[in-house]
């Protein structure tokens, strides 16, 4: 682990189901979400690409990201305290506590380092990711398989919670 990483993780490095204390995420530049996506895989099956996002790429980070082809994204927590919240309120929270909604690259990533962190009932908004309107990225399960898709701000989920990140340092 390089040295601002390693000063950056304390404790057990081991993710949860609920929580990875970091994750490697690799720039969208070199790999785009769209072609992500199958990468993640559950019980075997790969990820699907809901059909009504065919403009996934469009969808961009609304926060800053450190400029590196491979950064890490600290302190993840799933955020299934938010099931049944708007994300818009959820947000608000989040904030409050100091840290951010995760990206659709990050929760990918996530899924890739910790692939139970997408459960039956306890899945996630990576509300950092937007693209014009008010829809907000999420990782859900169908079919038996991770699926990437949207949802719309103002809507709230019982199975869907809002992902948050401590920090991001360049890894």
Avoid: Q
């Avoid at 899924?111 to 859900?140: I, M, Q, Y």
Wanted: proline share 8%; with cysteine.
């Amino acid at each position: 682990m390089r040295e601002p990483l390693r000063a950056a993780v304390t404790g057990d490095p081991t993710p949860t189901p609920e929580r990875a204390p970091f994750v490697l995420v690799v720039n969208r530049t070199l790999v785009p979400v769209s072609a992500r996506v199958e990468l993640v895989a559950l019980g075997g099956r790969p990820g699907v690409l809901n059909r009504h996002f065919a403009d996934v790429d469009t969808f961009a980070p609304i926060l800053d990201l450190p400029d590196a082809e491979v950064y890490a994204v600290l302190d993840v927590e799933r955020g299934e305290e938010f099931c049944g919240v708007r994300p818009a309120d959820a947000a608000v929270t989040i904030a409050d506590r100091g840290r951010t909604p995760i990206t659709m690259d990050e929760g990918l990533c996530l899924l890739h380092a910790s692939p139970g962190a997408l459960e039956k009932n306890k899945c996630f908004h990576t509300a950092a990711s937007r693209g014009t309107d008010k829809r907000v990225p999420a990782l859900w399960i169908s079919k038996n398989a991770p699926t990437l898709g949207w949802c719309w701000e103002h809507n709230h989920h019982t199975w869907l919670g809002v992902a948050s990140a401590g920090a991001r340092v360049a890894a």
